[in-house]
């Protein structure tokens, strides 16, 4: 019964249920590498907490980019690549592989490096907020004073 409806869902809504399927692989990867290396791995006492913000990350990657480009370009491939021979299926290989792959590839560094750069902003803005108006060093107030200004900021 509930694998008919799963099956009825998959082919009514491939699009849906390739984005809940890509983004559950994603975010069960994710948390079970956590896992391993914060719990098996690492016995500390008590244990590091899962990073959530990590499995949101992955999750909105996994369902919502990578899930539809690869829907798309499965679907085009299987439109313009028709047949079961192993002609056919080297060629769909090769395709994927050298041109699909390293789009793919970009789009994950990209995205590593754009979080990198959010986070490194983020720290740089709490920090500066947080810590340098009330009692920090001249250098930081100096610092705090020149990006706030130059961003719109009110100076505390």
């Not at 006492?45 to 949101?56: M, N």
Request: hydrophobic residues 45%; positive net charge; contains cysteine.
């Amino acid at each position: 019964m509930v694998l008919t409806r799963v099956r009825t869902m998959f082919k009514r809504y491939p699009l849906l249920a390739n984005s809940a399927v890509y983004g559950t692989m994603c975010v069960t990867a994710e948390f079970s590498q956590q896992v391993i290396n914060k719990r098996v791995l690492d016995r500390k006492t008590p244990p590091e907490p899962i990073d959530k913000a990590s499995l949101t990350r992955y999750a909105v990657v996994g369902s919502c980019i990578n899930s539809n480009i690869l829907y798309f370009w499965y679907r085009w491939l299987d439109a313009n690549f028709v047949g079961k021979s192993s002609k056919i299926i080297v060629k769909k290989l090769l395709l994927d592989q050298f041109l699909l792959t390293p789009q793919l590839l970009g789009v994950f560094y990209i995205r590593l490096v754009f979080c990198l750069i959010c986070s490194c902003a983020w720290f740089f803005v709490n920090f500066t907020i947080f810590l340098v108006p009330d009692n920090g060093p001249l250098a930081l107030k100096y610092l705090w004073a020149t990006f706030s200004t130059q961003n719109g900021l009110k100076q505390l």
